[in-house]
């Protein structure tokens, strides 16, 4: 999936802005009729809301104001919010002329709605500039990225992208190819890398996407079709800002990243729109989850003490999407001690390759024996889907442990979210013996992803647990 979501921020200013549109709209009446009326509702007022917004959003299509937002400073801002409302009121007034519905409409609700629309809007504005270069591009949730440059690049394309201050990226670390620069800071950015082992960096590193900026001349020394396919097979996405004739590689596109013409190379497009759809059933599927689990807990926690003495609940370090760290939370299954007696049981292992299952595990209480059967000891994981750490439906979230000992190709099976089900569980899941096995039926679910496949995940996952297949 591109790491550089170019059309997304200007739809969410669009909503911020139809939202804005329908407070002021309401104030506005409430103000000039002391209340919303019976009348309000039922005459005029309704369709000629949804008449504004949709006229509003023509507006805002043909002008695109996003276009320099997150560099406009607080009076221009304002000057953009006062020319999109004169634009709007001159555009309702001219309707209202030439359909001669002016006469249903006070002045001074007109007027009302427009000053408050400016002072909300512009508010609104200014709230969602500081959610989206405050807090988002210091969260999680937004892309990280490493370039791939020279030294003597390198302090002018951090130049150029932190005055474009945009929040759809950060870059968390550099790869100088030129010369040993491991240890030092870029403009404040750590380099992590040089040419000889950035594939080995970018595997336990949290990394959505590799911008590579290289001169043409240095560029014809190094194989770029290699360099992309590797990091292709790890799942992470390449923009190449150089010119990049003769390369036979699949799902590129054409973009621009911070003033860089950047050719970008990706396994898999993701649908925008699909992944937004796939989020909204995460936080419904999630709410539901976290009900039922509070309601579960009231009969298994005190359980889980009686047995065997410790913590309810169970927490663990997982690596997510694209090496992103977060805190798995289950029903505790096991003895209190269970991590410190793992080391004990390595040698019983049944699971080949980067994953750790045994039959009869000495470690698992009566009590945890049952929950795992049905697979209630999962149902706190509804918190993590909550969250957005995990999705309801994804790839299994390995330990960090698994993770330092992947290979550079079984970092893609991490390009979506990690998921609370998965085409592996439904598939056998402790049956399969085999880490191989469970990394091709991952890149199968990613390779082949739609809705419509969460949902027959979803139901079979359903079946699974209702009849204990596969459950240990």
């Not at 001159?90 to 002072?119: K, P």
């Not at 889980?304 to 760290?325: A, M, W």
């Not at 509804?382 to 299994?396: A, E, I």
Request: hydrophobic residues 45%; proline residues 2%; contains cysteine.
């Amino acid at each position: 999936m591109a790491f550089i979501k170019k059309n997304m921020p200007g739809r969410y200013l669009l909503l911020v802005d139809c939202i804005c549109i329908v407070i002021s709209y309401v104030l506005a009446a409430c103000i000039r009729y002391s209340m919303v009326t019976r009348y309000w509702y039922y005459n005029t007022f309704d369709w000629a809301l949804i008449f504004t917004i949709l006229l509003y959003s023509g507006i805002f299509i043909a002008v695109n104001p996003y276009k320099g937002f997150s560099k406009r400073g607080f009076f221009d801002e304002l000057a953009n919010v006062c020319k999109l409302n004169l634009a709007l009121s001159l555009s309702i007034t001219a309707f209202l002329f030439l359909t001669q519905e002016g006469a249903a409409f006070s002045r001074l609700f007109f007027l009302l709605f427009i000053l408050l629309n400016v002072l909300i809007t512009y508010t609104s504005r200014l709230y969602f500039k500081w959610l989206l270069l405050g807090v988002y591009k210091k969260s999680m949730s937004n892309s990280k990225i490493m370039i791939v440059t020279t030294s003597v690049q390198a302090t002018d394309m951090l130049s150029r992208i932190n005055s474009e201050n945009t929040w759809e990226y950060v870059v968390t670390y550099l790869t100088i190819v030129d010369t040993d620069m491991v240890g030092k800071r870029v403009h404040g950015v750590p380099v992590k890398a040089n040419e000889s082992n950035m594939f080995e960096v970018a595997r336990k590193e949290v990394l959505d996407g590799v911008l590579i900026h290289l001169p043409s001349d240095y560029a014809e020394t190094v194989n770029l079709e290699d360099i992309i396919e590797q990091f292709q097979n790890m799942g992470v996405d390449v923009s190449l800002s150089i010119h990049t004739f003769g390369l036979r590689l699949s799902e590129q596109t054409i973009q621009n990243m911070s003033g860089y013409h950047v050719l970008t190379f990706s396994n898999k497009v993701f649908n925008e729109y699909h992944l937004h759809i796939k989020r909204i059933m995460d936080i419904l599927g999630g709410l539901v989850g976290c009900i039922l689990t509070l309601l579960l807990g009231i009969f298994i926690a005190p359980a889980i003490v009686l047995e065997s003495p410790g913590p309810v609940l169970f927490s663990q370090t997982r690596v997510g999407k694209n090496g992103r760290r977060f805190k798995i939370y289950k029903f505790r299954s096991m003895c209190a001690e269970a991590e410190e007696k793992k080391a004990g049981l390595l040698a019983q292992n049944e699971v080949s390759g980067q994953m750790f299952k045994i039959t009869n595990d000495p470690r698992v209480t009566k009590v945890g024996n049952f929950l795992r059967k049905t697979s209630l000891d999962e149902f706190p994981q509804f918190f993590n889907v909550l969250k957005g750490d995990m999705s309801l439906v994804g790839t299994r979230p390995p330990t960090e442990e698994e993770f330092l000992h992947y290979e550079g190709r079984h970092k893609r099976r991490l390009a979506l979210n990690c998921g609370l089900t998965g085409l592996w569980q439904v598939s056998g899941r402790s049956d399969i013996r085999d880490f191989e096995d469970v990394v091709n039926l991952d890149l199968k679910y990613i390779d082949n992803w739609s809705l419509r496949m969460d949902i027959k995940i979803i139901l079979k996952t359903i079946y699974v647990v209702l009849f204990a297949r596969g459950s240990r």
